[in-house]
């Protein structure tokens, strides 16, 4: 086994790729009613993948 980040599994070594991508972009609003939302997106890249995620939320406060 090579000495360093990674895991063993089934008796082989998998090596984590390096992140060369991380980035994350948001918004959100808000009304004078007591209403909110917010958008959330992110994105991780590296040699071998692509990951995207996203947040979408709304909030009623009284």
């Known amino acids: 086994m090579?000495?360093?980040r990674g895991s063993r599994i089934?008796?082989?070594y998998c090596a984590?790729?390096?992140t060369y991508g991380d980035m994350a972009l948001g918004f959100s609003?808000?009304?004078p009613e007591g209403w909110s939302s917010s958008l959330r997106a992110n994105?991780?890249?590296a040699e071998d993948y692509d990951a995207f995620?996203?947040?979408?939320?709304v909030?009623?406060?009284w």
């Not at 995620?53 to 939320?57: R, S």
Request: overall charge positive; proline content about 4%; hydrophobic content about 35%.
């Open 43 to 45: 994105c991780q890249c």
């Open 10 to 12: 089934a008796g082989k």
């Open 59 to 61: 909030r009623f406060a």
């Open 16 to 18: 984590p790729s390096a």
């Open 53 to 57: 995620a996203g947040n979408a939320g």
């Open 29 to 31: 609003a808000q009304s």
């Open 2 to 4: 090579k000495a360093g």
